[in-house]
């Protein structure tokens, strides 16, 4: 027994490390600004075209993750993670080969197939690993989603230094090269959990693990879902709201030069390391204090960003900022996390893919909202964040409300 222990302790955390270097390369999907500048000055297409880029490949993302669960419902993780990495694969090669015939060679290839590629692979590799972690589901969950969080952090750089030296052609044959060759390993090296994974690892209290306390599995029937759904909307969109901005939004409190691009990177590296953060908070403390953490840090930070455009005040911003980004780390950890635990392991593909689509739908909340109040269309300013302070209160109002549902939920 104790033998079967050590051999599951060391395959999984085996798993978890190869896997979270592999999401670094998917993580690329969400690096579009660096691919959009030179495109712009090579073929000429206009910001706005190239903003819609990024918005379809959002969406692809998160309704792939969906599709996926059933691809792997029929044929299974490995073949569902080659056929993801064909359509990244795909989508790459497409981008390289026809961005500068028609702009829809970029919506097609980036936008569509890149973006449902790299959706397949992110649930896949989540559903596959985490379900070695049945004890430690925040934990795992956290640094899978640094990797992918980091991707664009840390392969952003090289892959724009590449596209100086070698031309945004070269780099996109590339990358779907590599991607492929990490989808290719990653199908013959991961292996989901044993069924009885659960009589080998132990809960926080010592007790074996129960892949769920709940007999329903359905999301959709459950009423507390919904509230839980409308915090993430909400939540969500205050995050994308000011990750898209936060250079726009520096300079517009009077930080000038590098040190506007580095609040880039900060947001960045927050947003990373929360996920490990709140991973293991989930799994010591719960699901209701990291949603309320959460939860919280939003509210402060949208505050904070009100203030400090009302009165151009630097170091304000800064640490909103910040907050946002730790923060908005938390969501996908507190997703992946209430998805297991509350519906379990036989369907979490699917219920997380669900869930998962919420962030497209929050990016359009976001976009309707900053067009609604923003006297000139950015996020830069007071107007928007004295607006997204009343989201982020009504957020709290959800947050409690749900919290309230999910402790009677648990006792019943």
């Known amino acids: 027994m104790e033998n079967d222990v050590a051999s599951i302790k060391r395959t999984r955390n085996g798993y978890l490390f190869v896997s979270a270097a592999a999401l670094l390369v998917y993580g690329l999907v969400y690096a579009w600004s660096i691919f959009a500048t030179p495109l712009s000055a090579d073929f000429g297409w206009d910001g706005g075209a190239?903003?819609?880029?990024f918005n379809i490949a959002l969406i692809c993302f998160c309704l792939a993750q969906l599709g996926a669960s059933f691809v792997i419902k029929g044929i299974g993780y490995s073949k569902t993670l080659l056929m993801a990495g064909a359509i990244a694969l795909a989508g790459f090669l497409v981008s390289a080969f026809f961005a500068d015939k028609s702009i829809w060679g970029i919506y097609v290839g980036y936008g569509v197939l890149c973006g449902a590629g790299c959706g397949m692979a992110y649930i896949t590799i989540l559903s596959m690993v985490n379900s070695w972690f049945a004890d430690k589901i925040g934990f795992s969950s956290g640094i899978l989603m640094m990797g992918f969080g980091f991707g664009s952090l840390i392969l952003g750089t090289p892959a724009a230094t590449l596209i100086d030296q070698f031309g945004l052609r070269q780099v996109f044959v590339a990358i779907a090269v590599i991607a492929m060759i990490v989808s290719l390993g990653l199908a013959f090296f991961l292996k989901p959990a044993p069924e009885n994974i659960g009589q080998f690892v132990k809960a926080p209290g010592g007790e074996s693990v129960n892949e769920s306390t709940f007999e329903d599995d359905k999301p959709w029937t459950v009423p507390s879902y919904f509230v839980y759904y409308a915090w993430a909307l909400l939540i969500i969109s205050i995050g994308v709201t000011l990750i898209g901005g936060s250079r726009q939004g520096a300079v517009a409190v009077g930080i000038e030069g590098m040190f506007s691009a580095m609040i880039v990177g900060l947001v960045s590296t927050m947003n990373g390391l929360a996920r490990p953060l709140f991973g293991t908070l989930f799994d010591k403390a719960g699901l209701r204090a990291v949603l309320l953490s959460s939860t919280a840090l939003n509210l402060?930070?949208?505050?904070?960003?009100?203030?400090?455009?009302?009165?151009?005040?630097?170091?304000?911003?800064?640490?909103?900022?910040?907050l946002v980004g730790l923060g908005y780390g938390a969501i996908p950890v507190i997703a992946s996390g209430y998805m297991r635990q509350r519906f379990g392991a036989k369907n979490y593909a699917r219920n997380l893919g669900l869930t998962n689509i919420s962030a497209a739908v929050a990016s359009f909340l976001a976009i309707g909202l900053v067009a609604l109040v923003s006297p000139d269309g950015t996020s830069a300013n007071a107007s928007v964040w004295i607006c997204f302070s009343v989201v982020a209160a009504a957020a709290t109002v959800f947050g409690v409300v749900f919290c309230l549902m999910y402790k009677r939920e648990s006792h019943r």
Do not use: D, E, N, R
């Open 50 to 53: 190239l903003q819609t880029t």
């Open 300 to 322: 402060l930070a949208s505050a904070l960003l009100a203030f400090s455009f009302s009165t151009s005040t630097g170091i304000t911003y800064i640490i909103a900022a910040l």
